[in-house]
């Protein structure tokens, strides 16, 4: 999971704008940090860390990119640890492609195997390799939008992806149910991806937003847009300005955070189901099942959550549940 932040230009990216859209995305991801951007001579270069995205900016000098196309990638840490490897962008076996995605993939792990027994090398422990991997297949036979695809269709989950090939000046992108947007502006000096329409204020007059299940060739020359269950160009992509005041920018166009939590339970509650792989949750139901006393600790919203779940582990699992309130529990004996 995190936040995707992505732009082509005609002329050199200007300094600090990687830096300020991954600061404008912090709220939804704050592990790590990275951006891969093409060489002069097209080759893909990626610059990552785990860490807070102002010591990671610094450590691998984020405000300078020396490209006209970067994708970059703010990550909150779902899927394997916050370690500079587990960071995006990832990449296939040759380099040849750079991935960055914002969701889950919930049969990653059998994909990983399939792909490991055909020979390719995994170079860390998150979700969203599997889609550098599979793209290294897809892409041998397929031109770049199809090739995106045909990969998604052998993977469940709820998520976006954007990904950077060498020697094309072009971001392709993916909506799989996680938002995801590209803005325009007038002058069509430059053309971005992002994961929402407030952090392009300021750098785009216009958004075009990617219905779930649309895939979407970004570059200069223009924007090709493909249902990826049928593979038929979509003609007609909805649209919305970007005009948002600084102050609601890094939340999500909210007010403020509380109203934006409010608003996002209903996806968060389904991006939580999606991330519970059933071999941990067999095991959590043994631990549970064999213990001699269960609690369940929390404080405010978390613990009227708990005095929720103990009535479904009565009722579902003929469990009595101790619900108890975290500034209490160490008092218990």
Request: charged share 25%; with cysteine; aromatic share 8%.
């Amino acid at each position: 999971m995190g936040g995707i932040f992505g732009c082509i230009c005609k002329n050199t990216i200007k300094e600090n704008t990687i830096i300020e859209g991954l600061k404008r995305l912090l709220y939804r991801g704050y592990d790590g940090a990275g951006v891969a951007f093409l060489s002069k001579e097209g080759k893909i270069i990626i610059r990552k860390a785990a860490g807070h995205l102002e010591q990671v900016a610094r450590k691998v000098n984020l405000a300078h990119i020396p490209s006209k196309v970067a994708l970059s990638h703010t990550r909150y840490a779902s899927r394997g640890w916050p370690v500079d490897e587990n960071t995006h962008p990832l990449t296939d076996c040759y380099n040849r492609v750079a991935v960055v995605g914002d969701g889950i993939i919930e049969n990653f792990e059998e994909v990983r195997e399939k792909l490991v027994e055909k020979g390719h090398k995994f170079k860390s422990r998150t979700d969203i390799e599997v889609f550098a991997h599979l793209l290294e297949e897809t892409l041998r036979n397929n031109e770049p939008l199809k090739a995106l695809a045909l990969a998604s269709r052998k993977l469940r989950g709820i998520y976006s992806i954007a990904f950077l090939l060498e020697k094309k000046n072009k971001i392709y992108v993916l909506n799989k149910g996680q938002h995801i947007v590209i803005g325009v502006r007038g002058d069509k000096e430059c053309v971005f991806i992002s994961s929402d329409i407030p952090s392009l204020h300021g750098f785009a007059d216009e958004a075009l937003i990617l219905e779930e299940n649309m895939a979407a060739e970004v570059g200069l020359d223009g924007i090709r847009v493909i249902n990826i269950e049928s593979l038929a160009e979509v003609k007609e992509v909805r649209r919305k300005r970007v005009k948002y005041a600084i102050g609601v920018i890094d939340k999500a166009g909210y007010p403020h955070f509380m109203l934006k939590e409010i608003y996002e339970a209903p996806e968060a509650i389904i991006r939580t189901t999606a991330t519970l792989m059933e071999k941990y949750l067999r095991l959590a139901s043994m631990i549970i099942y064999g213990a001699k006393n269960v609690y369940i600790i929390g404080n405010g919203t978390s613990l009227y959550a708990g005095l929720v779940a103990s009535y479904y582990f009565t009722d579902l699992a003929n469990l009595n549940v101790n619900v108890v309130s975290a500034a209490e529990f160490t008092t218990m004996r």
